[in-house]
């Protein structure tokens, strides 16, 4: 087995490589004046099981034309298996046509991973549990609840004054699995609207009854980009009287100037994982980040490739 990182999140391949002690393999990303890249794998690959790590967070054209140049190299060098280990998967809210006229961005990205040789896809919370069926090779659907629930028991935040909420239906079997882990702790999910043009999202009224007797509120979705859904939600909350509001997001996409807004809100903590790397200037007091590397290397230590269109929450 050898493992290969992208520009992407080298940090999370390097706590993949120490999961699996496993070192990693030498690449080189040339980067010409015109922003063009060139690829060049050092190691002998022949006949053996080459992973790659790449987000596609932002820049995400960039990151993705980059992987498809690692695969490519790959191939090109007879590996064996080309697994791909894309945490973020980016286009990923572009799944359907929303309008006439727009491009379906989602189903490109599928076909070019597929035709540039990538075996195998493993990727975290997905945006759609319907994703992986849009691919002709396996895809390992991955999600970070057990890590969420994790900490949520460290926090001793498991007992019957909290609630954990979905801010809408799409999560519902996220909150549900969750609520499992935890005893089987109160859940429910938000209904909320999008404009489909302006991508504003307005809530519906919560129901009381989901709230009665309770002080901590765990909101649960699968990523922050503005943060719009989160603070909206939380206001409801709290007028409610929810006392306090923890989020555990997956994926910190933060786009705009969503840590400013997150920090100088009514959130207590904002926990996301290590599934896109977060520049420094977008780190802040509130935020604690989970590390994947355990879940993807023991995805890793699986002897054969196999389909996997439904979560595995391990």
């Not at 790959?74 to 799944?95: C, H, M, N, S, T």
């Not at 603070?231 to 409610?240: F, G, M, V, Y």
Request: hydrophobic letters at 40%.
């Amino acid at each position: 087995m050898k493992l290969f990182s992208g520009s992407a999140n080298k940090l999370l391949t390097e706590e993949i490589a120490k999961s699996l002690n496993l070192p990693l393999s030498l690449i080189d990303v040339h980067i010409f004046p015109d922003g063009e890249r060139r690829i060049r794998i050092h190691d002998k690959v022949t006949d053996k099981k080459a992973i790659v790590v790449q987000s596609a967070s932002t820049p995400v054209d960039t990151n993705y034309m980059e992987l498809f140049f690692i695969v490519d190299a790959l191939k090109r060098a007879k590996a064996k298996e080309i697994i791909a280990i894309v945490p973020y998967f980016g286009y990923q809210r572009q799944d359907h046509l929303f309008r006439n006229g727009e491009a379906v961005s989602l189903e490109v990205v599928v076909n070019l991973l597929e035709h540039v040789g990538v075996n195998k896809l493993v990727s975290i919370d997905m945006h759609s549990k319907k994703i992986p069926s849009l691919f002709h090779i396996p895809v390992a659907h991955l999600s970070a609840v057990s890590i969420f629930a994790e900490e949520i028991k460290r926090q001793k935040w498991d007992n019957p004054s909290t609630v954990i909420i979905s801010p809408d239906k799409g999560g519902l079997g996220r909150v549900k699995k969750l609520s499992e882990f935890l005893n089987n702790l109160s859940f429910f999910a938000v209904e909320k609207k999008r404009d489909k043009a302006s991508g504003r999202v307005s809530m519906k009224n919560i129901n009381q009854k989901f709230l009665k007797d309770k002080k901590r509120a765990i909101i649960i979705d699968d990523m922050i980009s503005s943060g719009g859904t989160l603070l909206s939600l939380s206001s409801i909350l709290k007028e409610k009287g929810i006392k306090e509001i923890y989020v555990f997001a997956t994926h910190a996409v933060f786009s705009e100037d969503a840590p400013i807004k997150l920090q100088r809100s009514n959130l207590k903590k904002i926990y996301t994982t290590d599934s896109v790397s977060i520049p420094k200037e977008k780190k802040f007091q509130k935020l604690e980040i989970l590390s994947l590397a355990n879940i993807l290397a023991k995805e890793l230590q699986k002897p054969t490739v196999t389909n996997n269109n439904e979560y595995e929450y391990i």
